[in-house]
């Protein structure tokens, strides 16, 4: 099975600060790589796929990137509707897998 | 409205069965991979199963023996059946359609979940 670790688990950051969360695969997975955001009480949101494109109606201060086993989302200027946690995943191969999770916070 | 909607959740002893479903609405079922997604009370995301458009089933080594999933388009259900419980799978289990990602690639283990439900939650415990 693909691990998929991130780091941080959690940050707090203030408001129009840039974020950057990472995930890493235990094995290459080429830009096979999604990112979600999930609020608390809610199911998650489907943020960006294939490591760098953005899902439609997503705010273009969210981006991707990376390749192989190391990717990055980047928030470019934090917002406190951003304040969630964000979860990778790896749709290289079954079993899919997801992060840990990185809990945002806003200062 | 692009919708899913589970229900089925609730309280059964370990050892116990329990089958879940997931109503679809607002989209062609028939033409997306439909998985389950549980998540554990203030932890992480773990994928649970997928189904592929003609039927084809996934499972993680946690569930797979345990669990099955199934569809019916005719009705734009989706289901889990659940044996065998441990206080392991309790959990809030969310339905999520697949959308393939990878150009060229087609099936449940090239997707990412573009459609969420609101989640049902299942607790085992005598």
């Known amino acids: 099975d693909i691990q998929m670790t991130q780091s941080p688990t959690s940050l707090s950051a203030s408001v129009g600060d840039r974020v950057t969360i990472t995930c890493r695969a235990s094995?290459?997975?080429?830009?096979?790589l999604n990112w979600y955001q999930q609020k608390p009480g809610k199911a998650p949101k489907f943020l960006i796929f294939?490591?760098?494109s953005l899902q439609s109606g997503v705010p273009s201060r969210f981006s991707g990137s990376g390749s192989g086993t190391d990717f990055t989302l980047t928030i470019s200027s934090l917002q406190p509707e951003d304040s969630a946690t964000y979860y990778c995943?790896?749709?290289?191969?079954?079993?899919?897998?997801f992060g840990g999770g990185t809990k945002v916070e806003i200062k | 409205e692009v919708q899913l909607v589970e229900s089925g959740g609730g309280l059964v002893q370990p050892g116990g069965s329990l089958r879940l479903s997931c109503a679809a609405s607002?989209?062609?079922?028939?033409?997306?991979?439909m998985h389950w997604v549980r998540q554990v009370t203030g932890k992480g995301l773990e994928w649970v199963s997928a189904?592929?458009?003609?039927?084809?089933?996934y499972y993680p080594g946690s569930v797979k023996g345990r669990f099955t999933i199934s569809r019916e388009s005719a009705k734009n259900s989706l289901y889990l059946q659940m044996n065998r419980l441990t206080a392991g799978d309790t959990a809030l289990y969310y339905c999520?359609?697949?959308?393939?990602?990878?150009?060229?690639?087609?099936?449940?283990?090239?997707?990412?979940?573009?459609?969420w439900g609101q989640g049902t939650m299942v607790t085992v415990s005598s």
């Open positions: 999520a359609r697949g959308t393939t990602v990878t150009p060229g690639r087609a099936g449940p283990g090239d997707d990412a979940f573009d459609l």
């Open positions: 607002g989209f062609t079922f028939s033409t997306y991979d």
């Open positions: 189904i592929g458009t003609l039927g084809d089933t």
């Open positions: 094995q290459s997975i080429s830009r096979d």
């Open positions: 294939a490591a760098s």
């Open positions: 995943q790896q749709s290289y191969s079954i079993p899919l897998t």
